[in-house]
């Protein structure tokens, strides 16, 4: 028995005789007639009652025609489930992504037109700074993620750059520096600072302290943060000042004024998306396609960092 069998015999059934199933499934009458014997011989039953008027169903007829029907709607329903799986229309992609970067215009034109454009898929999203996504790339526990890298040369991934990212300075909206901002990171010697843990971001870590040496500047940090977010809301909280990516700027946090100073613009962090090399998901397929098409950057004129000089 086979599915061609079971369409021959529900046009049989349907259209009253083999002469007129046989114009509608556009086969020869002595070659659906022997489809239907041999789809009663392999199920061991009679069909049909044939006689001088026509045909009738037998009882086993009548049950496998309303089987049959669902078989084929079943078929039907697999093969459309599998297309789109293929397709990447549907299923489940995890991404990774720090929680200030979900602010950034870009990135989330980028997952919002991925929403509009497969809206089968389920797009988990989860909160990790770069370490932690690195970590659940390596381990297949996540297909995707937007972290800081210094090159897309990972072993064992593969990454496309997103945007160059720089760093700003967060102040309390009352600090001094809020309306007087400073023009140096000298000036800021004696501050007390917010940081965040190596573990958590290496990369950025490394790349901060590394541009910082170059200025021969050391912040005096007092205090630390588990992210960006916690940093900023430290800030906010009057507990010190601290250094973040400019993208961080675009997440609204009250009472906390982001400034720009010459010596953090030429600090290059690049934001990449990156991927497990030999993930064949048809849904991350389409994510690499919808990133490779855009150009993500930050506008120089970004609304939420103001030069030094200028309060927001």
Not at 172 to 191: N, V
Not at 208 to 231: E, K, S, T
Not at 275 to 301: F, Q, Y
Request: charged share 25%.
């Amino acid at each position: 028995m086979d599915f061609r069998q079971l369409r021959y015999f529900i046009a049989v059934v349907e259209e009253g005789s083999v002469l007129a199933a046989s114009r509608r499934v556009h086969v020869a009458q002595p070659a659906l007639t022997r489809q239907i014997h041999l789809l009663e011989e392999s199920l061991g039953v009679r069909l049909f009652e044939r006689h001088a008027r026509g045909m009738k169903l037998t009882v086993a007829g009548m049950a496998l025609f309303e089987d049959a029907q669902e078989l084929l709607d079943r078929r039907d329903q697999i093969r459309a489930r599998l297309t789109a799986l293929d397709s990447g229309l549907t299923g489940k992609l995890g991404l990774g992504i720090t929680v200030t970067q979900l602010w950034f215009p870009q990135v989330a034109t980028l997952l919002g037109d991925y929403r509009r454009r497969y809206p089968g898929v389920a797009l988990e999203v989860f909160p990790l700074l770069s370490g932690p996504q690195l970590d659940r790339l390596r381990v297949e526990r996540l297909d995707a993620g937007i972290l800081y890298l210094d090159n897309g040369k990972i072993p064992g991934l593969d990454a496309r750059l997103l945007h160059r990212d720089y760093l700003v300075l967060a102040v309390h909206e009352h600090s001094p520096w809020a309306s007087q901002p400073p023009r140096t990171l000298a000036q800021l010697q004696d501050e007390d600072f917010i940081e965040g843990f190596r573990q958590a971001s290496p990369v950025f870590f490394d790349r901060m302290q590394a541009h910082f040496a170059r200025h021969n500047f050391q912040p005096r940090v007092v205090q630390y943060g588990a992210d960006n977010l916690a940093l900023l809301s430290m800030v906010a909280a009057g507990l010190g000042i601290a250094i973040v990516p400019a993208t961080s700027g675009y997440h609204p946090v009250p009472r906390v004024r982001f400034l720009r100073l010459p010596e953090l613009d030429d600090c290059d962090m690049p934001l990449w998306f990156a991927w497990r090399t030999g993930n064949d998901s048809p849904a991350l397929r389409n994510l690499i396609s919808l990133v490779e098409a855009r150009k993500l950057s930050l506008p120089s004129n970004n609304p939420t960092c103001r030069p030094a000089g200028k309060k927001i």
